[in-house]
Each structure stands twice: as structure tokens, then as C-alpha cells.
């Protein structure tokens, strides 16, 4: 399970550099994703996952995949954050 704490003052930047919302909580807990094996595709499994993230800070899925669900080779490789919180 993948927990972010604090992140109502963050946001993500888009593959342009273009910022996102700011996440809609503070505390946002994704559910766990279970891999029964090491045969899988660890990208593929680990995208609704990251579409919960994405989703979060006013982005329908992830902007790290294809239409079909397949990773990005060159594209958000790095999440870079920002905040804007005076503290």
C-alpha cells in the first residue's frame, strides 16, 4: 500500500511541464496491489495505482502510458513536485 501524507499544497507537472491541481486531500491512500508472481508486468500492474495519484490532482490516469495501458518509454520518468505552502 502507497500512502502520501501532507500533499494538499503539491502538485505533479504533465509531460509539457505543464502543473496539475493541487491534490484534492491531504492524505491520499492508494490500495494495495497484490503481484502473485514475478512473471508480470510490473508497469502494467502498477497503473491503476498511479492513475488513483494522477486522478487526485485533477488528471483523468496517469500521462505515464499508452492508450492500451503500456508504459511510456521516455515519458514521466520523474515526478517533480511542487508546493506552494508558505511553511
Not at 7 to 34: A, G, H, M, Q
Amino acid at each position: 500500500m502507497l500512502t502520501l501524507l501532507g500533499v494538499s499544497s503539491y502538485k505533479l507537472t504533465t509531460d509539457d511541464y505543464n502543473l496539475t491541481n493541487t491534490f484534492e486531500r491531504d492524505s491520499l491512500i492508494v490500495p494495495e496491489i497484490v503481484m502473485e508472481n514475478f512473471d508480470v508486468d510490473v508497469a502494467r500492474q502498477m497503473k491503476p495505482a498511479l492513475d488513483i495519484i494522477w486522478n487526485s490532482a485533477g488528471i483523468n490516469e496517469s500521462m505515464g502510458y499508452d492508450e492500451q495501458g503500456n508504459r511510456k518509454k521516455n515519458s514521466c520518468s520523474q515526478v517533480h513536485w511542487y508546493s506552494y505552502s508558505l511553511n
